[in-house]
């Protein structure tokens, strides 16, 4: 690529910024440096009184070159941004620059700060506890907060075994939350019905959907924690995943009756 | 735990002062007595009078098939001697009462609604019979031993009828 | 009570907020209630709140309805069987072996406790003998398990307080003894690493240098502890004095364990009917005068440092041996003898497909667990299966002391004495 280099008139190329900026464009494209420096120099001494057409392009050029430069910047094979232009330039800016359409920004806010509803069941519930200790630190992830109340929560971490007396509890819960909202049935007796197939116990899919299901009995802290990332990744990867759609739950929002 | 002679002096005194008493055994260095239903609440104040004054346990056994069927088990225990003791009683099903301890022992209120809850057996004079652990309008009782496990079928390929077919998979709605 | 007038001298220096102070009327807002004829004053204001089973600080889904009137609590009904999971029904179902994990998950801060109680109970009724360096290995197991519970329950009770940071610092004590499970059984929580007849696997090697460190740290972790709440105004605000309840009274509600020894009771099944070896061990029974939280409180405190002292004593003393009974009938074979030996074979066989059979009887296995008495009744039929096994669960007989407990004092003491009480809800509802 073609570097155009004005020789301003009456200004020595052999001095301080000048001969700097040439070394610049000289590294660019190096083989006219030498002869374009030689005939500057020839003609710096000639020409001293004559400096009123001083292109300002030339100067911006020059100036950004040299911020480059100084900068740090590349100075072997590629072009300093201050001469690119058309679709390099949109390359070079793209590259370096984060651009993004307005879900995806929300998609990873959500992502990087779920805020999980304490509600531990059974001996789930423990190793929940566990992530939020110093080995396996949740708060790493941002996801420190977890909240009392479901209407301050969208992560509903179900851990333990969920027996008939409670599902309609948990069900309520999970319809207090407010949307965006997902699910983790942590374990193997929400999930399914774990070690435990009686009577007594329902698995989760039955009155709820679960986004993420995490297998273990209890899980270690480290498998939660997998399977919370994974929830991370769905939810980045995919903002609007439709999961109204696909679990068919509409209207599971929470209507309180007209007094 | 009295040894056998100790055990068979106490059902000798439970006896005389006019309790039915069944049957003594003595099993594995563990001393038990079987009463009469009817005179159980007495039973254990005599008991307790003769130092067993701690309820460390009530609980409840079904015998099926062999009648009289539900069996309702206390465990006493002497803290100054260390002994314990074993009164077991045992109703038909189709009249599954008891007189509750409650009164007496308050340590039993929890833990008699448990059998009622689990087994059927209705303890009269009790003061709050209700379900404990299932939800107070579960039909049933579970602990029986003619109640089925119930629970999820295991679905494998061969019975995994919505494979191929979504609309048929029982799924979350609303 | 009216606001005292100002005299003249002092209203001309006193600042702005403080003339406005005059204007406030400190009559109360609302008139007296009428007393209406035969009706109780004090029922007009009572308000029943239910503290549902979603709660921070019900440690579980405890469902509590409080009657309150004011702040102060007048009566609480708990409702229980939000996590009933049918584990005694379950147990009837399978083999004797495989009912060791079914019932390990019942009280889920003391899963060896439970399978020590079942299995104590099988063995009685099977009359098989343990050899001592299973039983040694399980008491060591069990006191890990026992100092594991109080720091559980430490970090949870002192976050309902206030002191979060305590969350911290147990959990980590917590994550060591964690590692010590793995590293003996593989599982961190629910380990069934005791089995009828003695302990699946013997120590690998490593364990007892990792103990002993572990037996260096921990009295020093549990003395800064002690140090960080005993004298701390808060906790002492909170925990002294609070809901006191007298020892004749908690032996009439059937409680054992930490809350029986605060009121001054020292019954503790270790000492009083030694189990498992434990009358081999030196060590004290930790005892309250009052009975109030702070006692209780105490109480676990010092058992922790008990413990640390039981095991400490029990890795100096283990004996060289078997770790599990020899009885092939019961306990299965070492791999290596399958490859040679026919009958060897054949009771793999049979352990693992129908499981031993136990003679017919009934039997009652208590022994102390972090929270009281602990029993397991097993009755067998004569078959593979149990007939029937009920776990007396201490928390479940625990929880009816609370409202006697509880009662008279302010909604912030009920919370206290819900985290001394230590209730764990997978024991409650089984």
């Given at each position: 690529?073609?570097?155009?280099?004005?020789?301003?008139?009456?200004?020595?190329?052999?001095?301080?910024?000048?001969?700097?900026?040439?070394?610049?464009?000289g590294?660019?494209?190096?083989?006219?440096?030498?002869?374009?420096?030689?005939?500057?120099?020839?003609?710096?001494?000639?020409?001293?009184?004559?400096?009123?057409?001083?292109?300002g392009?030339?100067?911006?050029v020059?100036?950004?070159?040299?911020?480059?430069?100084?900068?740090?910047?590349?100075?072997?094979?590629?072009?300093?941004?201050?001469?690119?232009?058309?679709?390099?330039?949109?390359?070079?800016?793209?590259?370096?620059?984060?651009?993004?359409?307005?879900?995806?920004?929300?998609?990873?806010?959500?992502?990087?700060?779920?805020?999980?509803?304490?509600?531990?069941?059974?001996?789930c519930?423990i190793?929940?506890?566990?992530?939020?200790?110093?080995?396996?630190?949740?708060?790493?992830?941002g996801?420190?907060?977890?909240?009392?109340?479901p209407?301050?929560?969208?992560?509903?971490?179900?851990?333990?075994?969920?027996?008939?007396?409670?599902?309609?509890?948990?069900?309520?819960i999970?319809?207090?939350m407010l949307?965006?909202?997902?699910?983790?049935?942590?374990g193997?007796c929400?999930?399914?019905?774990?070690?435990?197939?009686n009577?007594?116990?329902v698995p989760?899919?039955?009155?709820?959907?679960?986004?993420?299901?995490?297998?273990?009995?209890?899980?270690?802290p480290?498998?939660?924690?997998h399977?919370?990332?994974?929830?991370?990744?769905?939810?980045?990867?995919?903002?609007?995943?439709?999961w109204r759609?696909?679990?068919?739950?509409?209207?599971?929002?929470e209507?309180?009756?007209?007094? | 735990?009295?040894?056998?002679?100790?055990?068979?002096?106490?059902?000798?005194?439970?006896?005389?002062?006019?309790?039915?008493?069944?049957?003594?055994?003595?099993?594995?260095?563990?001393a038990?007595?079987?009463?009469?239903?009817?005179?159980?609440r007495?039973?254990?104040?005599?008991?307790?009078?003769?130092?067993?004054?701690?309820?460390?346990?009530?609980?409840?056994?079904?015998?099926?098939?062999?009648?009289?069927?539900l069996?309702?088990?206390?465990?006493?225990?002497?803290?100054?001697?260390?002994?314990?003791?074993?009164?077991?009683?045992?109703?038909?099903?189709?009249?599954?009462?008891?007189?509750?301890?409650?009164?007496?022992?308050?340590?039993?209120?929890?833990?008699?609604?448990e059998i009622?809850?689990?087994?059927?057996?209705?303890?009269?004079?009790?003061?709050?019979?209700?379900?404990?652990?299932?939800?107070?309008?579960?039909?049933?009782?579970?602990?029986r031993?003619d109640?089925?496990?119930?629970g999820?079928?295991?679905?494998?390929t061969?019975?995994?009828?919505?494979?191929?077919?979504?609309?048929?998979?029982?799924?979350?709605?609303? | 009570?009216?606001?005292?007038?100002?005299?003249?001298?002092?209203?001309?220096?006193?600042?702005?907020?403080?003339?406005?102070?005059?204007?406030?009327?400190?009559?109360?807002?609302?008139?007296?209630?009428?007393?209406?004829?035969?009706?109780?004053?004090?029922?007009?204001?009572?308000?029943?709140?239910?503290?549902g089973?979603?709660?921070?600080?019900?440690?579980?889904?405890?469902r509590?309805?409080?009657?309150?009137?004011?702040?102060?609590?007048?009566?609480?009904?708990?409702?229980?069987?939000?996590?009933?999971?049918?584990?005694?029904?379950t147990?009837?179902?399978?083999?004797?072996?495989?009912v060791?994990?079914?019932?390990?998950?019942?009280?889920?801060?003391?899963?060896?406790?439970?399978?020590?109680?079942?299995?104590?109970?099988?063995?009685?009724?099977?009359?098989?003998?343990?050899?001592?360096?299973?039983?040694?290995?399980?008491?060591?197991?069990?006191?890990l398990?026992?100092?594991?519970?109080?720091?559980?329950?430490?970090?949870?009770?002192?976050?309902?307080?206030g002191?979060i940071?305590?969350?911290?610092?147990?959990?980590r004590?917590?994550?060591?003894?964690?590692?010590?499970?793995?590293?003996?059984?593989?599982?961190?929580?629910?380990?069934?690493y005791?089995?009828?007849?003695g302990?699946?696997?013997?120590?690998?090697?490593?364990?007892?240098?990792?103990?002993?460190?572990?037996?260096?740290?921990?009295?020093?972790?549990?003395?800064?502890?002690?140090d960080?709440?005993?004298?701390?105004e808060?906790?002492?605000?909170?925990?002294?004095?609070?809901?006191?309840?007298?020892?004749?009274?908690?032996?009439?509600?059937?409680?054992?364990?930490?809350?029986?020894?605060?009121?001054?009771?020292?019954?503790d099944?270790?000492?009083?009917a030694?189990?498992c070896?434990?009358?081999?061990?030196?060590?004290?029974?930790?005892?309250?005068?009052?009975?109030?939280?702070y006692?209780?409180?105490?109480?676990?405190?010092?058992?922790?440092?008990?413990?640390?002292?039981?095991?400490?004593?029990?890795?100096?003393?283990?004996?060289?041996?078997p770790?599990?009974?020899?009885?092939?009938?019961?306990?299965l074979?070492?791999?290596?003898?399958?490859?040679?030996?026919?009958?060897?074979?054949?009771?793999?066989?049979?352990?693992?497909?129908?499981?031993?059979?136990?003679?017919?009887?009934?039997?009652?296995?208590?022994?102390?667990?972090?929270?009281?008495?602990?029993?397991?009744?097993?009755?067998?039929?004569?078959?593979?299966?149990?007939?029937?096994?009920?776990m007396?669960?201490p928390?479940?007989?625990?929880?009816?002391?609370?409202?006697?407990?509880?009662?008279g004092?302010?909604l912030?003491?009920?919370?206290?004495?819900l985290?001394m009480?230590?209730?764990?809800?997978?024991?409650?509802?089984?």
């Open positions: 690529m073609e570097i155009r280099r004005e020789r301003l008139g009456g200004v020595p190329d052999g001095a301080g910024a000048s001969g700097v900026s040439t070394g610049a464009s590294s660019g494209a190096g083989d006219a440096g030498a002869d374009t420096e030689s005939a500057g120099g020839e003609s710096a001494l000639g020409a001293g009184s004559a400096a009123a057409a001083i292109d392009e030339a100067l911006r020059r100036r950004l070159n040299s911020r480059q430069l100084l900068r740090g910047g590349d100075l072997e094979g590629r072009t300093p941004p201050a001469s690119m232009d058309g679709a390099d330039l949109e390359r070079y800016v793209q590259e370096r620059v984060l651009t993004t359409t307005l879900e995806k920004a929300a998609a990873w806010a959500r992502s990087n700060s779920f805020f999980p509803a304490t509600f531990g069941l059974a001996c519930a190793e929940m506890m566990s992530i939020v200790a110093a080995r396996v630190d949740v708060a790493r992830f996801f420190e907060a977890f909240r009392a109340s209407r301050q929560a969208d992560l509903l971490i179900l851990s333990g075994r969920v027996s008939i007396k409670m599902a309609p509890v948990v069900r309520r999970y319809d207090q949307e965006p909202k997902w699910a983790i049935s942590m193997a929400c999930s399914s019905m774990g070690v435990f197939n009577y007594a116990l989760s899919d039955k009155f709820m959907p679960v986004d993420v299901h995490v297998p273990g009995c209890p899980p270690r480290e498998a939660l924690m399977g919370i990332l994974k929830l991370r990744k769905m939810v980045q990867d995919d903002p609007d995943m439709g759609e696909r679990y068919g739950a509409i209207g599971t929002e209507t309180l009756p007209s007094a | 735990m009295p040894d056998a002679t100790g055990l068979e002096l106490i059902a000798q005194e439970l006896r005389e002062t006019g309790h039915g008493v069944l049957d003594t055994l003595f099993f594995r260095d563990r038990s007595i079987v009463v009469d239903p009817a005179d159980i007495s039973a254990l104040a005599h008991l307790r009078g003769r130092g067993y004054a701690f309820l460390a346990s009530v609980h409840g056994v079904d015998y099926h098939p062999v009648e009289p069927r069996g309702v088990l206390y465990e006493l225990l002497d803290m100054t001697r260390v002994d314990r003791l074993t009164v077991k009683l045992r109703v038909a099903s189709q009249a599954p009462e008891v007189e509750s301890v409650t009164p007496d022992w308050p340590t039993a209120n929890h833990q008699e609604r009622y809850d689990m087994f059927g057996v209705v303890f009269r004079g009790h003061p709050d019979l209700r379900r404990i652990l299932m939800p107070e309008d579960y039909e049933g009782h579970p602990q031993r109640f089925p496990i119930g999820e079928p295991v679905i494998f061969h019975n995994d009828l919505a494979r191929n077919d979504p609309a048929a998979r029982e799924g979350v709605r609303g | 009570m009216s606001p005292e007038e100002p005299t003249a001298g002092a209203a001309a220096t006193l600042s702005a907020y403080r003339r406005r102070e005059e204007s406030i009327t400190l009559a109360p807002l609302h008139e007296p209630l009428p007393a209406s004829a035969g009706a109780d004053e004090a029922s007009h204001e009572l308000l029943t709140l239910n503290m089973p979603h709660h921070p600080a019900t440690h579980g889904v405890l509590l309805l409080v009657t309150l009137q004011g702040e102060v609590v007048r009566e609480i009904k708990p409702i229980i069987g939000y996590v009933h999971t049918g584990i005694e029904k147990a009837e179902d399978k083999s004797y072996w495989k060791i994990p079914v019932v390990e998950r019942m009280d889920y801060l003391a899963y060896y406790f439970n399978s020590m109680a079942y299995i104590g109970a099988v063995e009685t009724l099977l009359e098989v003998t343990v050899p001592a360096r299973a039983q040694y290995l399980r008491v060591i197991h069990m006191e398990n026992r100092i594991m519970s109080h720091l559980v329950w430490l970090g949870t009770s002192a976050l309902d307080l002191a940071s305590m969350f911290w610092y147990c959990f004590e917590r994550e060591t003894i964690l590692d010590l499970f793995e590293y003996s059984s593989g599982q961190r929580m629910h380990t069934r005791f089995q009828v007849g302990v699946i696997e013997d120590i690998p090697a490593g364990w007892a240098q990792k103990l002993r460190r572990f037996i260096k740290l921990m009295p020093t972790r549990a003395e800064q502890y002690g960080l709440l005993n004298r701390n808060i906790v002492l605000q909170r925990l002294r004095g609070t809901c006191p309840l007298d020892a004749a009274s908690l032996l009439a509600l059937g409680v054992t364990g930490p809350l029986l020894r605060a009121a001054g009771t020292p019954w099944l270790r000492k009083a030694p189990y070896r434990y009358e081999d061990f030196h060590f004290k029974i930790p005892v309250g005068t009052v009975g109030d939280n006692d209780r409180y105490a109480v676990r405190l010092a058992e922790i440092h008990e413990s640390v002292k039981i095991i400490e004593q029990a890795l100096d003393g283990l004996p060289e041996g770790h599990i009974t020899e009885d092939r009938k019961v306990a074979p070492p791999r290596h003898e399958l490859a040679t030996s026919m009958e060897a074979l054949i009771h793999h066989f049979k352990l693992v497909t129908e499981g031993f059979r136990v003679p017919p009887g009934e039997v009652y296995f208590p022994i102390e667990s972090p929270r009281g008495e602990l029993g397991c009744f097993v009755r067998s039929d004569g078959s593979s299966k149990p007939a029937r096994v009920h007396r669960d928390s479940f007989v625990n929880l009816q002391a609370f409202s006697k407990m509880a009662e004092s302010y912030a003491d009920l919370i206290a004495t985290a009480l230590d209730p764990v809800l997978g024991g409650i509802d089984r």
